[in-house]
Structure formats: structure tokens, C-alpha cells
């Protein structure tokens, strides 16, 4: 049973260790910012186990008629929080490689260029794709929990302990305290701006006689 969760830390050689590396880096930092560090780590357990029960579901069916790879790496679980971030994003399209798509489409065709990656199974990617599109469609409802229980879980062993690790960024559960640490380091403090001064140049004198100033139109 904890293989449910484990497959998520299996690497075959340092190539594939380096995409998951990315992978975590940018699709579970920018997952975090938006839900929290708590929200976070709840969520990638369940969709880590979500991806494991349907791929197991799928994987006897699917075998016989194509070849299936063993779902390794973070991949899975990135697939599962892109779906939750396109289906809930208010964007209706974005560019990507220069070309402008629907945002719908943008976790589909990462699909397709993830099967480009060693050791990645397709299967495991799109049955985290899946559980991603069915959670952020409100169909797994019962997995969300308020903020306020998000800001008490903050407080408990072992978040609190996260938050006194140096130089690990903690990202806390309610929207609120998120707002006002990214409003702290907008906002800067006065007199950091570095000033510049602008030279006005004084207005012409007109001329005081009027032949002089049909001479000098």
C-alpha cells in the first residue's frame, strides 16, 4: 500500500531525476503559491494515490493493446495540479511556444511532449491528468477543506516546524496571510527607490519689441 506514494520518488538514472527535478520546481512551486504549503502537501498525497488507483484500474485493460510503462516520478502528480490549474484559471488562452491555445488544451499537449521523456509512463501521466480535470471540475468536492482549518493546521507539528527551517519559503494556508506577505514585498520601504533629477529648461523670452518678434518668426 505505501507504494501508493512512493512511485512519486523512484528515478531509473539522473536524466529522468533532472525533469522530475523541473517538473517539482515549476509546476508544485506555482501549485503552492496559489493554495498553500498545507493544501499542498495534502494534495499531492491524494492525488498521488488517486493516480496509483487508476492506473492500477486501467493498466489490465490498456496492456493488451499497448505496451504500458510502470508509473514512476513526480510527473503523475504534476499532470494532476496543471489540470487543476487550467480548469479553474480565468484565462481562456495563453501562449505557448509562441503560439497562442486554449488553456484547455495546454495540460493535453504537455501530455504528448511528456511521452518524449525517459522513463515516463503515459498511462501514469494521464491518469494524473485525469484526477487533476476531475478535481478542479468540483467532482471530488470532498477533498477541499476551509481556510480556517488550513490557518489551525498551520499551527500543528509538523508545519510549524517547516516555518523555522531557514531558507525554506512557507506559503501559509489562508488567502488572507498570502496576500499581505506578497504586499510586504511589493511595497517598499520609503526612501529605497533610487531618485533622479529632471532638467526643466526655462521658457523662451519673447522678444519685447514687436519688430523684433516678426523678425524672429
Sequence with gaps: VHRLITYIFVYEDLISLACGAVIIWYFAGSFEKNVGTVKHCILTATFSVLSALLYLFLEPLVSRLLEVGDAKGFMPVAFATLGVSTTRSRMKSTLLFGCRVP???????????????????????????????????????????????????????PFS?????????????????????????????????????????????????????????
Design 103 to 157: 488553456v484547455v488544451l495546454v495540460p493535453w499537449l504537455g501530455l504528448c511532449i511528456a511521452w518524449f521523456v525517459p522513463h515516463s509512463s503515459l498511462l501514469g501521466n494521464l491518469c494524473g491528468l485525469l484526477v487533476g480535470e476531475a478535481y478542479g471540475l468540483g467532482y471530488c468536492f470532498c477533498l477541499d477543506f476551509p481556510e480556517s482549518l488550513g490557518s489551525k493546521l498551520d499551527r500543528v507539528f
Design 161 to 217: 516546524l517547516l516555518k523555522r527551517i531557514p531558507g525554506l519559503k512557507y506559503i501559509p494556508g489562508s488567502l488572507a496571510e498570502r496576500k499581505a506577505s506578497e504586499n510586504s514585498r511589493i511595497i517598499p520601504v520609503p526612501g529605497t527607490y533610487p531618485t533622479q533629477s529632471y532638467h526643466c529648461p526655462s521658457p523662451l523670452a519673447l522678444p519685447a519689441h514687436p519688430s523684433a518678434q516678426s523678425q524672429g518668426f
